[in-house]
C-alpha cells in the first residue's frame, strides 16, 4: 500500500491550495479515504473524510465551509481543495486510510502547507 501526496507548498492568506493523494496497493474504491493535518507542537487532527464511493463527506469545524474533500476511483485519488486559507492552516498534511479487510491503517509521508504574508 502506497498513498503519495502532493500539491502543498506557500501560500497567502486567504489563497487556495489543492492537495491530492495517488493510492496504490489496495482496492481504493472499497475504502473511506482521511486527510489529517499536524501543526507543529500539536496533535494530529482529521480534517476530512469521505465515504469509498464519495457520497459522504465530513469536515472539522475549523474548515467547513472552506475545504472540500473529493475523489476520483477511477483515478484512485482523493482531493483536498482548500479555500480562504488562514495561518492557523498552516500544518503538514497527511492522506490516510484503514483496510477494514487486513484492519491496517495507512499514512503517506505528508506535504507542507504554510500559510503566510
Known amino acids: 500500500v502506497q498513498l503519495v501526496e502532493s500539491g502543498g507548498g506557500l501560500v497567502q492568506p486567504g489563497g487556495s491550495l489543492r492537495l491530492s493523494c495517488a493510492a496504490s496497493?489496495?482496492?481504493?474504491?472499497?475504502?473511506?479515504m482521511n486527510w489529517y493535518r499536524q501543526a507543529p507542537g500539536k496533535e494530529r487532527e482529521l480534517v476530512a473524510t469521505?465515504?469509498?464511493?464519495?457520497?459522504?463527506?465530513d469536515y472539522a469545524d475549523s474548515v467547513k465551509g472552506r475545504f472540500t474533500i473529493s475523489r476520483d476511483n477511477a483515478k484512485n485519488t482523493v482531493y483536498l481543495q482548500m479555500n480562504r486559507l488562514k495561518p492557523e492552516d498552516t500544518a503538514v498534511y497527511y492522506c490516510?486510510?484503514?483496510?477494514?479487510?487486513?484492519?491496517?491503517?495507512?499514512w503517506g509521508q505528508g506535504t507542507q502547507v504554510t500559510v503566510s504574508s
Open positions: 490516510n486510510t484503514y483496510l477494514w479487510l487486513t484492519r491496517d491503517t495507512y
Open positions: 496497493g489496495f482496492t481504493f474504491s472499497r475504502y473511506a
Open positions: 469521505i465515504s469509498s464511493v464519495g457520497g459522504s463527506t
